[in-house]
């Protein structure tokens, strides 16, 4: 499978009279975006914003980010059994606004969505205040149940970023990158000396704000399977979630999933990479032993020497990754995971919930109860509402004055598993 | 600038009052440097000056700790010193064990900078090593020009109030502390350069080694459940309506203790979960499903037990410490043992 994918590069964001992409400055026609997304009986209200790097910004609650692409050439269109029919993704052609985003805000659905600054301390800790966001604030009607709540705002997220993207399909690109995955017999021919190497990723599946999609099925609901890596870079795999918004992967992340990258970067040198195998993270033993088993299966099937494991979340989720971790080497395959930690504000408390010491290669995205304070910014997109009551937050958070005292498992993508960020942590 | 007052303890061979027979000399303090106090008063230069050395048996120490201990402390705070430094007791058992415990003792009691030195494999380091700054040394006496080398800076670093490295930098053990930092990749191309190093057998360095966790016992089963007195304690966040003690959502600082004496069943009107971390609408829509009131209130009328207890106990198990969580339990355990709670059930989310 080949995909071509093309980076349309975006300096500025701005709203006008028609929706269109020329010369690197996305336009956008309020009006017709939110009528739109006004479409749905679900939503009372939207507003929209734009946030750039630098600039005083606070965004909050945020729930998802999203990346505009548009399939230029080949079979199905982004985001496949959600905006669009279920075909299989991951070839042809696709261009990507890359500098931009859609990010959803409103009112809190839990206690869980996340903080991102534009500038100050805080925006060294989400990869989002690098990118110039399209921030959509959608409001339910009065009385919608929290599950409803939740699609409406995740399907705005994805509307509103087909919409933009439909400007590009047309464009040329500024650069253009080829990824390209024999199948399993074919690259075991060309490649006979390298180690196989797969991507065992593992998707948030726990409920209200913890679900994941996967060609627009529940991931609770799959059996671990097997995806082309390029199948993510065309929305096959969509966020749902954003509790304790550190560790949650968006759709940004999965459809620029850093693992794939940097796995296909090493991809006929010192590796074979073969596939991705994905599983999930289900509340019930019978379920987590279940995936687990499948998974490690999988991996022995597909002849894997390595794999790397992310995780996603925390806390119940660690149980996942160890028993993931343990079969995969009980069946000879060497494995390195990647998480985060809890460790106390004072780090001083052990980091996981579940351990094993065959898990003897893991990166770290960081300890996520480390507190950060944020200054006041001059704008905030959203509300400040929830400050105290979001995971990470507590009594007190927000200060009179506007600072903002939390844990940086508040902030969107700090501590991510994917291994989006340069963070991490040591022991003193 | 004044010099900075050192006190220095070291154990019966080193303060040359004799080997094992003299293990259970009893602590002294003498007044300037002995022993191994020279090479670190060479390596202070003029920064600092060790006041007073105490000398103290091993045996003696370690056969009387609570006495040894009162005993030092007395004899260190009558100097005030600045800092404090024990050893190095490369890799002597008892000495480790000592140096260790009146270190922690100065750190936590006159709250002033305090290390000690040792071989890492020592007894003592890894009873003390989470609580103190412990150089890693030789395990024997041979590396003492080497322990006092990296001991002197990183005392005056404590001493000075100044910022203090990684263990590597400064050649302390690993305390277990762990603290965030901005790597040169992104967390991805780490992930994939150690699985090429892992796969070629070439060495490589896992960021978080695995903990060992302390596993509980469970209890002995109750024989006589019809007379038992139950309680209820949950990490699933179940509180009354409001969440009147504003248990966080995710890394809780706190628990609550809440009377449900004379609720048969809690509903959505009365009862909600404070949990950040599981789906709420279900818990919310009946938190009997996180702590079973209904179905012990049943149990109770029935005589399938003796007794609800009046209180539950409740906070939220997503994201919280571990040294939280051992906390809040000691407490809990403390109030249910005095409250004659014979069991408890407790459920998590």
């Given at each position: 499978?080949?995909?071509?994918?093309?980076?349309?590069?975006?300096?500025?964001?701005?709203?006008?009279?028609?929706?269109?992409?020329?010369?690197?400055?996305?336009?956008?026609?309020?009006?017709?975006?939110?009528?739109?997304?006004?479409?749905?009986?679900?939503?009372?209200?939207?507003?929209?914003?734009?946030?750039?790097?630098?600039?005083?910004?606070?965004?909050?609650?945020?729930?998802?980010?999203?990346?505009?692409?548009?399939?230029?050439?080949?079979?199905?269109?982004v985001?496949?059994?959600?905006?669009?029919?279920?075909?299989?993704?991951?070839?042809?052609?696709t261009?990507?606004?890359?500098?931009?985003?859609?990010?959803?805000?409103?009112?809190?659905?839990?206690?869980?969505?996340?903080?991102?600054?534009?500038?100050?301390?805080?925006?060294?800790?989400?990869?989002f205040?690098?990118?110039?966001?399209?921030?959509?604030?959608?409001?339910?009607?009065?009385?919608?149940?929290?599950?409803?709540?939740?699609?409406?705002?995740?399907?705005?997220?994805?509307?509103?970023?087909a919409?933009?993207?439909?400007?590009?399909?047309?464009?040329?690109?500024?650069?253009?990158?080829?990824?390209?995955?024999?199948?399993?017999?074919?690259?075991?021919?060309k490649?006979?000396?390298?180690?196989?190497?797969?991507?065992?990723?593992?998707l948030?599946?726990?409920g209200?704000?913890?679900?994941?999609?996967?060609?627009?099925?529940?991931?609770?609901?799959?059996?671990p399977?097997?995806?082309?890596?390029?199948?993510?870079?065309?929305?096959?795999i969509?966020?749902?979630?954003?509790?304790?918004?550190?560790?949650?992967?968006?759709?940004?992340?999965?459809?620029?999933n850093?693992?794939?990258?940097?796995?296909?970067?090493?991809?006929?040198?010192?590796?074979?990479?073969?596939g991705?195998?994905?599983?999930?993270?289900?509340?019930?033993?019978?379920?987590?032993?279940?995936?687990?088993?499948?998974?490690?299966?999988?991996?022995e099937?597909?002849?894997?020497?390595?794999?790397?494991?992310?995780q996603?979340?925390?806390?119940n989720?660690d149980?996942?990754?160890?028993?993931n971790?343990?079969?995969?080497?009980?069946?000879?395959?060497?494995?390195?995971?990647?998480?985060?930690?809890?460790?106390?504000?004072?780090?001083?408390?052990?980091?996981?919930?579940?351990?094993?010491?065959?898990?003897?290669?893991?990166?770290?995205?960081?300890?996520?109860?480390?507190?950060?304070?944020?200054?006041?910014?001059?704008?905030?997109?959203?509300?400040?509402?929830?400050?105290?009551?979001?995971?990470?937050?507590?009594?007190?958070?927000?200060?009179?004055?506007?600072?903002?005292?939390?844990?940086?498992?508040?902030i969107?993508?700090a501590?991510?598993?994917?291994?989006?960020?340069k963070?991490?942590?040591?022991?003193? | 600038?004044?010099?900075?007052?050192?006190?220095?303890?070291?154990?019966?061979?080193?303060?040359?009052?004799?080997?094992?027979?003299?293990a259970?000399?009893?602590?002294?303090?003498?007044?300037?440097?002995?022993?191994?106090?020279m090479?670190?008063?060479?390596?202070?230069?003029?920064?600092?000056?060790?006041?007073?050395?105490?000398?103290?048996?091993?045996?003696?120490?370690?056969?009387?700790?609570?006495?040894?201990?009162?005993?030092?402390?007395?004899?260190?705070?009558?100097?005030?010193?600045?800092?404090?430094?024990?050893?190095p007791?490369?890799?002597?058992?008892?000495?480790?064990?000592?140096?260790?415990?009146?270190?922690?003792?100065?750190q936590?009691?006159?709250?002033?900078p305090?290390?000690?030195?040792?071989?890492?494999e020592?007894?003592?380091?890894?009873?003390?090593?989470?609580?103190?700054?412990?150089?890693?040394t030789?395990?024997?006496?041979?590396g003492?020009?080497?322990?006092?080398?990296?001991?002197?800076?990183?005392?005056?670093?404590?001493?000075?109030?100044?910022?203090?490295g990684?263990?590597?930098?400064?050649?302390?053990?690993?305390?277990?502390?762990?603290?965030?930092?901005?790597?040169?990749k992104?967390?991805?191309?780490?992930a994939?350069?150690?699985?090429?190093?892992?796969?070629?057998?070439?060495?490589?360095?896992?960021?978080?080694?695995?903990?060992?966790?302390?596993?509980?016992?469970?209890?002995?089963?109750?024989?006589?459940?019809?007379?038992?007195?139950?309680a209820?304690?949950?990490?699933?966040?179940?509180?009354?309506?409001?969440?009147?003690?504003?248990?966080e959502?995710?890394?809780?600082?706190?628990?609550?203790?809440?009377?449900?004496?004379?609720?048969?069943?809690?509903?959505?009107?009365?009862?909600?979960?404070?949990?950040?971390?599981?789906?709420?609408?279900?818990?919310?829509?009946?938190?009997?499903?996180?702590?079973?009131?209904?179905?012990?209130?049943?149990?109770?009328?029935?005589?399938?037990?003796?007794?609800?207890?009046?209180?539950?106990?409740?906070?939220?198990g997503?994201?919280?410490?571990?040294?939280n969580?051992?906390?809040?339990?000691?407490?809990?355990?403390?109030?249910?043992?005095?409250?004659?709670?014979?069991?408890?059930?407790?459920?998590?989310?």
């Amino acid at each position: 499978m080949r995909l071509e994918l093309g980076k349309v590069l975006i300096k500025d964001v701005q709203f006008g009279d028609t929706t269109k992409l020329e010369n690197g400055v996305l336009t956008v026609n309020k009006e017709e975006l939110i009528d739109l997304i006004l479409e749905d009986e679900h939503l009372a209200s939207a507003e929209l914003d734009i946030a750039k790097p630098g600039e005083s910004v606070r965004i909050t609650p945020v729930k998802d980010v999203v990346e505009p692409r548009v399939k230029v050439e080949g079979p199905g269109g982004v985001f496949p059994g959600i905006l669009s029919k279920v075909d299989v993704v991951g070839s042809g052609k696709t261009n990507v606004l890359k500098g931009c985003t859609v990010m959803t805000t409103g009112k809190i659905v839990g206690f869980q969505e996340g903080i991102v600054d534009m500038t100050g301390p805080g925006a060294d800790y989400t990869p989002f205040s690098e990118t110039i966001n399209l921030v959509l604030k959608c409001e339910p009607q009065e009385g919608l149940k929290q599950h409803e709540h939740e699609k409406a705002v995740r399907f705005a997220g994805f509307k509103a970023a087909a919409y933009i993207a439909e400007t590009a399909k047309n464009l040329v690109p500024d650069e253009v990158e080829v990824y390209e995955t024999d199948t399993l017999l074919e690259g075991i021919k060309k490649y006979p000396e390298l180690p196989k190497v797969g991507y065992v990723q593992m998707l948030q599946t726990q409920g209200l704000l913890h679900d994941t999609y996967v060609y627009g099925v529940d991931a609770k609901q799959i059996v671990p399977t097997i995806m082309y890596p390029t199948e993510c870079m065309d929305g096959a795999i969509v966020s749902g979630n954003c509790v304790s918004a550190c560790d949650k992967n968006t759709t940004y992340h999965h459809l620029n999933n850093p693992v794939v990258h940097d796995l296909y970067k090493q991809h006929g040198k010192t590796l074979n990479f073969v596939g991705v195998i994905i599983t999930n993270e289900n509340v019930y033993l019978a379920d987590k032993e279940r995936s687990s088993n499948m998974s490690a299966k999988l991996a022995e099937y597909l002849g894997l020497d390595g794999a790397v494991v992310s995780q996603e979340g925390f806390g119940n989720p660690d149980t996942d990754l160890i028993m993931n971790t343990k079969k995969l080497e009980a069946k000879g395959i060497k494995t390195v995971i990647i998480t985060d930690e809890y460790a106390g504000r004072d780090g001083a408390s052990q980091s996981l919930a579940d351990a094993d010491p065959s898990a003897n290669a893991v990166v770290t995205g960081g300890n996520a109860n480390e507190v950060i304070v944020l200054p006041k910014m001059d704008k905030v997109i959203g509300s400040l509402d929830y400050v105290d009551i979001i995971a990470g937050g507590f009594d007190g958070s927000l200060a009179e004055d506007g600072t903002i005292t939390v844990e940086i498992q508040a902030i969107t993508g700090a501590t991510n598993e994917v291994g989006f960020n340069k963070m991490s942590t040591k022991g003193f | 600038m004044a010099k900075i007052k050192v006190v220095h303890y070291i154990n019966q061979f080193y303060g040359g009052i004799g080997g094992e027979e003299k293990a259970d000399y009893k602590p002294e303090v003498i007044e300037g440097v002995k022993g191994p106090g020279m090479a670190f008063k060479a390596a202070f230069k003029d920064e600092a000056e060790i006041v007073a050395t105490i000398i103290c048996g091993d045996s003696y120490f370690n056969e009387n700790m609570d006495e040894a201990k009162a005993a030092i402390f007395e004899m260190i705070k009558k100097y005030e010193p600045d800092l404090f430094i024990a050893g190095p007791a490369f890799n002597a058992g008892r000495y480790g064990v000592a140096a260790g415990a009146v270190t922690e003792m100065v750190q936590t009691e006159l709250g002033i900078p305090a290390l000690t030195g040792m071989y890492e494999e020592n007894p003592g380091a890894d009873m003390y090593k989470k609580g103190v700054y412990m150089v890693a040394t030789k395990n024997s006496a041979v590396g003492m020009k080497d322990a006092v080398a990296k001991m002197a800076p990183l005392a005056l670093k404590l001493a000075r109030g100044e910022e203090i490295g990684s263990p590597e930098e400064e050649g302390y053990l690993e305390r277990g502390i762990r603290k965030n930092y901005f790597a040169e990749k992104r967390g991805s191309e780490r992930a994939v350069d150690m699985l090429v190093k892992k796969l070629a057998g070439e060495e490589y360095k896992t960021e978080y080694s695995m903990p060992t966790f302390d596993r509980v016992e469970p209890n002995p089963p109750i024989k006589d459940m019809a007379n038992a007195k139950i309680a209820i304690v949950t990490s699933g966040g179940i509180v009354p309506k409001g969440n009147p003690d504003h248990i966080e959502s995710s890394s809780a600082s706190k628990y609550g203790k809440y009377d449900i004496e004379g609720i048969d069943n809690l509903t959505e009107e009365t009862h909600e979960t404070a949990h950040g971390g599981h789906d709420p609408v279900y818990a919310n829509n009946d938190p009997d499903r996180v702590i079973p009131v209904d179905v012990l209130r049943d149990m109770e009328k029935e005589g399938k037990i003796g007794e609800l207890h009046r209180y539950y106990y409740s906070t939220v198990g997503n994201g919280t410490a571990v040294a939280n969580a051992k906390k809040f339990a000691e407490a809990i355990s403390a109030e249910l043992v005095a409250d004659g709670v014979d069991a408890v059930i407790l459920t998590s989310t």
